[in-house]
């Protein structure tokens, strides 16, 4: 097994890698910035070593740098956790020409699926449906002649997105143009690339994604899946597994896609395919995440997996130790992301200091982060706290056990979303389970209005 792992991470994510590692009996070295000497990753860690300023280009992003550390403090792999460089195929490599090795697929695999024009057309190949489109980047010229052949709406997307950024939504071809030239900039600005590429636009569907693992002798298996829909902004806020709201002849559909996917490319670590789901329950590949994801605690929770530690004997060489009749549903889990935002002032950021912090327990109940009493949230990363995990036999006593758990849940100095999931978990709708990605944008409207009524 490895000796020592580097986590090119911070956060929650770092911490997660940490515990992991501990359980394998695997060193560490958390690399941070200046704005993080506090961070509870860097305090957890065998060692530390600071990489450059609060700016991510000068510290999170910066690949020489990373890997310069790496190789000062002898690490033999390094873990790029989730967003940063988690995805970026030029540091996978730099990685790998450096002996080191890089925990997730290898680089060949990510750049095809990380490149979204180039994944639909390896999905075209697979067999897999895709939503129509380009399926490649285009120019605006080619971009408003697709539009105008399936018909609006459509999506504007970048080749290399993520995150929400990059995308516009495009009702009248005449708004094409400038909605193009939007996507291009914000494209290049986050992404280093303005390639877009052109989408129908599916009203209102279910954003169905399933969690794949993958080894080096061709094993691949799927660890069934999570509904992801409940997103503001193209941001995921809650994620429950599983999906009660589509049929088992859909789910099944959508597994055996998931592995013809990964067992098409060549896929050899852990990661997510996503689909969409339409109110016919006809489904389509989106994208894949050729990483560890944020939401891979409440399908561990459903599974008793745990995908951190199997992503990491994974890349060392070792055969998965399951086949997929191994694999069993435990009952249903509940994901709410924390957020340092002021849900009543349009979600905007909320950094501080946490004065008192007091953590959730009891049977069920998980807590992911790397926050703690008198910690100081930075105002230069995700605002993304901590991750609230319960899970339960039934979806209506884990839905209770969440409710129980925010209601322990107590942050002072700071503004989150923890009030905004409390009441979304009381709405008739998230209770029986049957919302869109449309749902949130009406749940917001419904809460600013009743707080405006009480105020």
Known sequence: MFKKILIANRGEIAVRIIRACKELGIKTVAVYSKADSEALHKQLATETICIGEANSLDSYLNMERIISAAIATGCDAIHPGFGFLSENPTFARMVEKCGITFIGPNPEVMEKMGNKAQAIDSMIEAGVPIVPGSHKAVTKEEGKKIADEIGYPVLIKASMGGGGKGIRFVRRPDDFGFSYDEAKDEALKFFASDELYIEKYIDSPRHIEVQVMCDHFGNVIHLFERNCSLQRRNQKMLEEAPCQSISQELKDKLYQSAILACKHVGYDSVGTIEFLVDKDENYYFI??????????????????????????????????????????????????????EDMYNDFIPSPGKITFLHIPGGMGVRFDSAVYSGYTISPYYDSMIMKLIACGKTRLECIRKMRASLEELIIDGVKTTTEFHYVLLHHPTFILGNYDTKFIETFIKELNSNAKLIR
Do not use: F, W
């Open 287 to 340: 994208e894949m995440n050729t990483r560890i994801q944020v939401e891979h605690s409440v399908t561990e929770a459903v599974t008793n997996i745990d995908i951190m530690k199997n992503m990491i004997k994974i890349a060392y060489g070792l055969k998965l130790p399951y086949k997929q009749e191994d694999i069993k549903l435990l009952g249903y889990a509940i994901e709410c992301r924390i957020n340092a």
